[in-house]
Structure formats: structure tokens, C-alpha cells
């Protein structure tokens, strides 16, 4: 089955600075990755998402990066702000059944 | 429009005994599925339903089973808990398959 891994486990920012998360899967056949955010007590909120045919995505101050070839993508934050503190999980899929498999989550830290 | 909404929020039992846990999905939705998440295996998928019928299924023993009513309205049951069964249980709903998934807070889970 497919394997996610994902690193740092913890990041930790002054805020302004960039952030990068990186995952890699096994599954050449998965097509569909997003990325969660997850504050304290509260369940993962999709942030944003890629699929295979495209090689990056941006939205505001967080972009997608996909290596089909490689099999990685990563997510970018640039300018971080304290509340951009959180959990975020990275996730692939393959289309015509969506079973998700996550990588094990990277805290990111933003100091003020 | 109301999110996700996930009852209980915190429950506690005993090993061997069952429990039953609720999703109410967002208005509209008709697509819901179930996550388990722990500090040791992270976010595991534990199965989906859409129109009252289950799609796919994580690997999982035969004693985590779930349904989904008509109004799209999805339990879950845990029968013979164990103590490894303590976790966060997690419902997101969507408005079919391979849509963009939105979380409940999650119901903690502690098994004694």
C-alpha cells in the first residue's frame, strides 16, 4: 500500500520567515495530495491541495509543489505569522477511491 | 452553514465494553467518512460512506463497523474496546466522493 513520509516533525520560524514541509509517497499510481492544517483541539482544515497533472499550485502565501518523477511534493509558506502555528499533515490518494494516507505531521512554530 | 458537528466530544469507557459515535455532516453533503487519530499511528482512515453505502474501508479489525442513514447522518461503533482503541475519532464530510473533505472537531476517546 502507500507510504507517506514526511519531514521536519517540528519547524520552528521567526515569523516572516519561510516555511517548507516536504512529503514523499510510494504509490506512483496516487494522483491527489493535500495538505491539513490542524490547530489545538480542532479537526485538520484542508489549506490547500494539488493533483497530478499540475507541477504547483499557490494561494496567497502558501504554494504546492509536485515532483511526479521524484515522488515529493512539499509545501511552502512564505512570510509566516504566529497564527500559522499549528500541525499540518501532508496526504496522497488515488483517484476512484479516495483512501487517504498521511504523513505523520510537522509542528510548525512561529515565533513572534 | 453549520460545519461538521461530532457528538459526543469526550467519552470514556471501559475495555470490552462498545460505543457508538455520531457525525451530522454539513447540509448538502452526502458523503462522509471516518479517521482515527493517535500519537503513535497518526491519521488513519477507517472507512467512507456515500448513500448509505460504504465505498472503501482502511484496515481495520471487523470490530470498528459504521452506517450511514438516509439523511446522511453516519455513526460509527467500537464493540470489545481495548485500551489501544483510545484515540481522537475524526468524521468529515463531503459533497460526494473525492470532494474537497471537511472535519469535525473529533470525539476523544479513552478507553480504561
Known amino acids: 500500500g502507500e507510504n507517506v513520509e514526511q519531514h521536519p516533525s517540528t519547524l520552528s520560524v521567526q515569523e516572516g520567515d519561510s516555511a517548507v514541509i516536504k512529503c514523499t509517497y510510494s504509490?506512483?499510481?496516487?494522483?491527489?495530495f493535500p495538505w491539513y492544517k490542524q490547530e489545538l483541539g480542532k479537526g485538520p482544515q484542508l489549506i490547500i491541495d494539488i493533483r497530478s497533472n499540475v507541477g504547483e499550485k499557490k494561494d496567497q502565501r502558501i504554494a504546492v509543489t509536485l515532483n511526479k518523477t521524484a515522488k515529493h511534493f512539499s509545501l511552502h509558506i512564505t512570510e509566516t505569522q504566529p497564527e500559522d502555528s499549528a500541525v499540518y499533515f501532508c496526504a496522497a490518494s488515488r483517484g476512484g477511491s479516495y483512501i487517504p494516507t498521511f504523513g505523520r505531521g510537522t509542528s510548525l512554530i512561529v515565533h513572534p | 452553514k453549520a460545519g461538521v458537528t461530532q457528538t459526543p466530544r469526550y467519552l470514556i469507557k471501559t475495555r470490552g465494553q462498545q460505543v457508538t459515535l455520531s457525525c451530522s455532516p454539513i447540509?448538502?453533503?452526502?458523503?462522509v467518512s471516518w479517521y482515527q487519530q493517535t500519537p503513535g499511528q497518526g491519521l488513519q482512515f477507517l472507512f467512507e460512506?456515500?448513500?448509505?453505502?460504504?465505498?472503501n474501508k482502511g484496515n481495520f479489525p471487523g470490530r470498528f463497523s459504521g452506517r450511514q442513514f438516509s439523511n446522511s447522518r453516519s455513526e460509527m461503533n467500537v464493540s470489545t474496546l481495548e485500551l489501544g482503541d483510545s484515540a481522537l475519532y475524526l468524521c468529515?464530510?463531503?459533497?460526494?466522493?473525492?470532494?474537497?473533505?471537511?472535519f469535525g472537531p473529533g470525539t476523544r476517546l479513552t478507553v480504561l
Open positions: 447540509s448538502g453533503h452526502r458523503s
Open positions: 468529515a464530510s463531503s459533497l460526494g466522493p473525492e470532494e474537497e473533505q471537511f
Open positions: 504509490d506512483s499510481a496516487s494522483n491527489y
Open positions: 460512506y456515500f448513500s448509505e453505502t460504504q465505498r
